[in-house]
C-alpha cells in the first residue's frame, strides 16, 4: 500500500493562469474524491468518481474547474482562469466501496 | 444549519487531562461517521469509526446518539502529541463524505 500520491505539492500561480493537479490514488481502490480546504474549514467535497464515471459535482465547482479519471486509475483536477479565491488545499482521496477515505497530501495551490 | 456541526475551540489542556468533542449531524439518514485528526497543514488521517454500541481505542472513545445526532470524541490521559484538529465525518450511505470544520485540541506542558 503506497497511499495515496498527489502531484505537485505546492503550485503557485498569477491570476488567469491555468493549472492541472494529478492524484494517483491508492491501486485497488475504485472511488475517488476531490476536496478543497481553506484555513480554519474543514475539506469541501468537489466531485467523485467511481471507476471512470464521474458521478457527482458540487454545486461549488464553478465551469472552471474540471476533473477526469479517463482509465479509472489517476484522476486530474483542471482550473482555468484561477482566481485568488481558488487559493486552497486540494485534497485527493480514494477508497474501496467498504473501506473509509484515505487521503492524500494534497497540493497547496497559491494564486498571486 | 450546517449539514456536521462542531464546536472550532480551541480547547486548550493540560497534559493529562480528559477532553471531550462533540459534534452534531442534521441528516438522520446517516449511516456512517468517522474522527479524522489532521495536523497542522498534513492531510486528513482516520483517527477511529464510530460505532452504534460506542468504541474504544486506547485512550479514545467514540460514541453515537442516533436519538440526538451527535457523535462525541473522549481523549484520556492527554499527550503533547494529542495536538490536532479533529474532524467529525458523516457518511450518508450514497457516496458522500461530509466534513465538520474541525475541532482543535492544543495539550500544555
Known amino acids: 500500500d503506497t497511499g495515496v500520491s498527489q502531484d505537485p505539492r505546492h503550485k503557485i500561480t498569477k491570476r488567469g493562469q491555468n493549472v492541472t493537479f494529478r492524484c494517483d490514488p491508492i491501486?485497488?481502490?475504485?472511488?475517488l474524491y476531490w476536496y478543497r480546504q481553506t484555513l480554519g474549514q474543514g475539506p469541501e467535497f468537489l466531485t467523485y468518481f467511481q471507476n471512470e464515471a464521474q458521478l457527482e459535482k458540487s454545486r461549488l465547482l464553478s465551469d472552471r474547474f474540471s476533473a477526469e479519471r479517463p482509465k479509472g486509475s489517476f484522476s486530474t483536477l483542471e482550473i482555468q482562469r484561477t482566481e485568488q479565491g481558488d487559493s486552497a488545499m486540494y485534497l485527493c482521496?480514494?477508497?474501496?466501496?467498504?473501506?473509509?477515505?484515505?487521503f492524500g497530501n494534497g497540493t497547496r495551490l497559491t494564486v498571486t | 444549519r450546517k449539514e456536521v456541526e462542531q464546536d472550532p475551540g480551541p480547547f486548550n489542556v493540560p497534559e493529562g487531562a480528559t477532553v471531550a468533542f462533540n459534534c452534531t449531524y442534521s441528516?438522520?439518514?446517516?449511516?456512517?461517521f468517522f474522527w479524522y485528526r489532521q495536523d497542522c497543514r498534513k492531510e486528513p488521517k482516520l483517527l477511529m469509526s464510530?460505532?452504534?454500541s460506542g468504541n474504544e481505542d486506547g485512550r479514545f472513545t467514540a460514541q453515537l446518539n442516533r436519538a440526538s445526532q451527535y457523535i462525541s470524541l473522549l481523549i484520556r490521559d492527554s499527550k503533547l502529541s494529542d495536538s490536532a484538529t479533529y474532524l467529525c465525518?458523516?457518511?450518508?450511505?450514497?457516496?458522500?463524505?461530509?466534513f465538520g470544520t474541525g475541532t482543535r485540541l492544543k495539550v500544555l506542558a
Open positions: 441528516n438522520s439518514a446517516s449511516q456512517s
Open positions: 465525518v458523516v457518511f450518508s450511505g450514497t457516496y458522500k463524505y461530509i
Open positions: 491501486s485497488e481502490h475504485n472511488r
Open positions: 464510530v460505532y452504534s
Open positions: 482521496a480514494s477508497r474501496t466501496a467498504n473501506s473509509p477515505l484515505h
